[in-house]
């Protein structure tokens, strides 16, 4: 089966930047994603990374190291709209191609 | 586009009682899915389909929960019995494909039972 750790929360001031590592355990890996939810609201897709390396959208990024199971998404330059949580989610060939999401980390976005 | 449509947006029901939730995906998107998220246990696939046809429903938790998609346009998640412990969001989403993840989820319904 696949399993996803991420921390459960952060807190950090406007301007800073924030981390979010996610470590995964999958059998067919085929790459790693981000969504965003605010409060009340629905996920919404951020970034994928399907290769190892550094994707850039604007102010967040995300990481991938496929050897190390390991990726992260970083917050550059956080506004108060940052305050949500953020998933990693998984598509694992080996388990049907479902998508398999981390608990979330809840982001506050302080002034 | 208009997006996932989803519908109701609330739903308040007695235990027992038939609850009957439906989606709208993005059109021309090949794949829907269903979710259910609660704090326990976060956000859960319960069945997939691709072109119509259900292809993982190994989240769906037990026999009273059931899901079709008759047509593209078009999906239902039914309930039936429902119980307390079915109180969560339900989302539904769609992808135009499994390549890079994108999926495209609706503003979710919100279900207690009482």
């Known amino acids: 089966g696949q399993s996803l750790e991420q921390p459960s929360e952060v807190t950090a001031v406007e301007g800073a930047i924030v981390q979010i590592n996610c470590t995964y355990q999958t059998s067919g890996f085929y790459g790693l994603s981000w969504y965003q939810q605010h409060d009340g609201g629905a996920p919404t897709f951020l970034s994928y990374?399907?290769?190892?390396g550094l994707e850039e959208t604007g102010r967040f990024s995300s990481f991938l190291s496929r050897s190390d199971s390991y990726g992260y998404l970083l917050l550059q330059e956080l506004q108060m709209k940052d305050s949500a949580s953020y998933f990693c989610a998984v598509r694992d060939e080996a388990a049907g191609n479902k998508l398999t999401f981390g608990g979330g980390t809840r982001v506050l976005v302080k002034p | 586009d208009a997006g996932v449509i989803q519908s109701p947006r609330h739903e308040v029901t007695e235990m027992g009682q038939e609850v009957t939730l439906r989606c709208k995906p993005i059109s021309g998107h090949d794949y829907l899915f269903w979710y259910r998220q609660t704090m326990m246990r976060g956000l859960e696939l319960l069945i997939y389909?691709?072109?119509?046809?259900?292809?993982?429903d190994s989240g769906m938790p037990e026999d009273r929960f059931s899901a079709k998609m008759p047509n593209a346009s078009f999906s239902t998640l039914k309930i039936q019995p429902s119980e307390p412990r079915d109180s969560a969001v339900y989302f539904c989403?769609?992808?135009?494909?499994?390549?890079?993840?994108?999926?495209?989820f609706g503003p979710g319904t919100r279900l207690l039972v009482l």
């Open positions: 990374n399907g290769l190892d």
């Open positions: 389909f691709n072109n119509n046809v259900p292809i993982d």
């Open positions: 989403a769609s992808s135009p494909g499994l390549g890079r993840e994108t999926q495209y």
